[in-house]
T-cell receptor, first 113, second 114 residues
Framework: AQSVTQLDSQVPVFEEAPVELRCNYSSSVSVYLFWYVQYPNQGLQLLLKYLSGSTLVKGINGFEAEFNKSQTSFHLRKPSVHISDTAEYFCAVSKTSYDKVIFGPGTSLSVIP | DVKVTQSSRYLVKRTGEKVFLECVQDMDHENMFWYRQDPGLGLRLIYFSYDVKMKEKGDIPEGYSVSREKKERFSLILESASTNQTSMYLC?????????????FGSGTQLSVL
């Protein structure tokens, strides 16, 4: 069965510093990969997705992620964070377009002024 | 702007009560989903539906049922609420052909069962 690991449950970072949120998945087949963000008191919204093609994926709000098949990773990065990036971030995986999405446990990003 | 609306933001119920959680989407999406979100566990799929009157079990369907009588509405039912069903419940939808490529989420219902 597929699973998603987010090694860091909480990541504090100072404003304007870079950040990387780590995500590893377990799968022996091709996968679709996603990052979702949940701002306080809101539902989740899609940040970016990898379906195929270029391994570097750019998303909204200046975030990007890199798919690394050999390391089964899909880490999320941003070169300079803002206070407004404070949120919960979820990595997710799916085998195909018609398979259920498996979510990781989430990483809470806190941006410190 | 696309919208998934969950009827209640907070709900407090007693053990043994029958609970209805309502979700409505205005995007004419075929697919609708119910997840529960617990700290440290992420989101877990309870049930989903890919058409009116159709439903499929997700990973944790025990203790829950669903109803989809109209395309825009997907209800989650707790037949006899228990304290271990205290959780945040999230509804989501997606259009045909984009089954999971982009899920649109509601803002959630925090259910407390006492």
């Amino acid at each position: 069965a597929q699973s998603v690991t987010q090694l860091d449950s909480q990541v504090p970072v100072f404003e304007e510093a870079p950040v990387e949120l780590r995500c590893n998945y377990s799968s022996s087949v091709s996968v679709y990969l996603f990052w979702y963000v949940q701002y306080p008191n809101q539902g989740l919204q899609l940040l970016l997705k990898y379906l195929s093609g270029s391994t570097l994926v750019k998303g909204i709000n200046g975030f990007e992620a890199e798919f690394n098949k050999s390391q089964t990773s899909f880490h999320l990065r941003k070169p300079s964070v803002h206070i407004s990036d404070t949120a919960e971030y979820f990595c997710a995986v799916s085998k195909t377009s018609y398979d259920k999405v498996i979510f990781g446990p989430g990483t809470s990003l806190s941006v410190i002024p | 702007d696309v919208k998934v609306t969950q009827s209640s933001r907070y709900l407090v119920k007693r053990t043994g009560e029958k609970v209805f959680l309502e979700c409505v989407q205005d995007m004419d999406h075929e697919n609708m989903f119910w997840y529960r979100q617990d700290p440290g566990l992420g989101l877990r799929l309870i049930y989903f539906s890919y058409d009116v009157k159709m439903k499929e079990k997700g990973d944790i369907p025990e203790g829950y049922s669903v109803s989809r009588e109209k395309k825009e509405r997907f209800s989650l039912i707790l037949e006899s609420a228990s304290t271990n069903q205290t959780s945040m419940y999230l509804c989501a939808s997606s259009p045909t052909g984009m089954w999971n490529e982009k899920l649109f989420f509601g803002s959630g219902t925090q259910l407390s069962v006492l």
